[in-house]
T-cell receptor, first 115, second 115 residues
Framework: KAGVTQTPRYLIKTRGQQVTLSCSPI?????VSWYQQTPGQGLQFLFEYFSETQRNKGNFPGRFSGRQFSNSRSEMNVSTLELGDSALYLC??????????????FGPGTRLLVL | KQEVTQIPAALSVPEGENLVLNCSFT??????LQWFRQDPGKGLTSLLLIQSSQREQTSGRLNASLDKSSGRSTLYIAASQPGDSATYLC??????????????FGEGTQLTVNP
């Protein structure tokens, strides 16, 4: 079974631009969560989607948004990029039906650098 | 608000040594606790998942225990090898903070196993 895939793997943007990251979950998984990882803040939860609906949201500004498609693939968008948005963005997938009890599987991440 | 702490922040041991990594969490109302490993610049690899009703889980040279009442978990690594060098993260899913699969992470323990 293929693992969680994320594209692109690396991205360089300038302040003020917007960016879209993509995550394809393990086949059959319906829950996709997004996390931001920085040296100073560690891993922080952004949001979770299940069956095309946002099920949970972390404490990030509205510049961070996401969506999920009918095939469970998810995209995350960051508008008006700031230097502090430079981070490794990770997505995780799980079955989703037994929320809270399932193993979550992470993708390799997208490394975003904002100049 | 759930907080997860990992001690020590860094650990360096000679090859072959048995070692213990510690994780504590402030709110014992959890669904599960999961241990991950992260290699530099990479995504997270799931190691072990312990449900809130379980006391321990084992996989190969790894054994994780959970004491929910005291808010503690330990990851025991037997006969450590240089390939075990990585950052180890623990994460919990809190019953009070989510209806889904939101993980709250510790800061991690950076392990170095010297040949």
């Amino acid at each position: 079974k293929a693992g969680v895939t994320q594209t692109p793997r690396y991205l360089i943007k300038t302040r003020g631009q917007q960016v879209t990251l993509s995550c394809s979950p393990i086949s059959g998984h319906r829950s996709v969560s997004w996390y931001q990882q920085t040296p100073g803040q560690g891993l922080q939860f952004l949001f979770e989607y299940f069956s095309e609906t946002q099920r949970n949201k972390g404490n990030f500004p509205g510049r961070f948004s996401g969506r999920q498609f009918s095939n469970s693939r998810s995209e995350m968008n960051v508008s008006t990029l700031e230097l502090g948005d430079s981070a490794l963005y990770l997505c995780a997938s799980s079955g989703g039906l037994l929320a809270g009890t399932e193993t979550q599987y992470f993708g390799p991440g997208t490394r975003l650098l904002v100049l | 608000k759930q907080e997860v702490t990992q001690i020590p922040a860094a650990l360096s041991v000679p090859e072959g040594e048995n070692l213990v990594l510690n994780c504590s969490f402030t709110d014992s109302a959890i669904y599960n606790l999961q241990w991950f490993r992260q290699d530099p610049g990479k995504g997270l690899t799931s190691l072990l998942l312990i449900q809130s009703s379980q006391r321990e889980q084992t996989s190969g040279r790894l054994n994780a225990s959970l004491d929910k009442s005291s808010g503690r978990s330990t990851l025991y690594i037997a006969a450590s090898q240089p390939g075990d060098s990585a950052t180890y993260l623990c994460a919990v899913i809190s019953r009070r903070e989510t209806s889904g699969s939101r993980l709250t992470f510790g800061e991690g323990t950076q392990l170095t196993v010297n040949p």
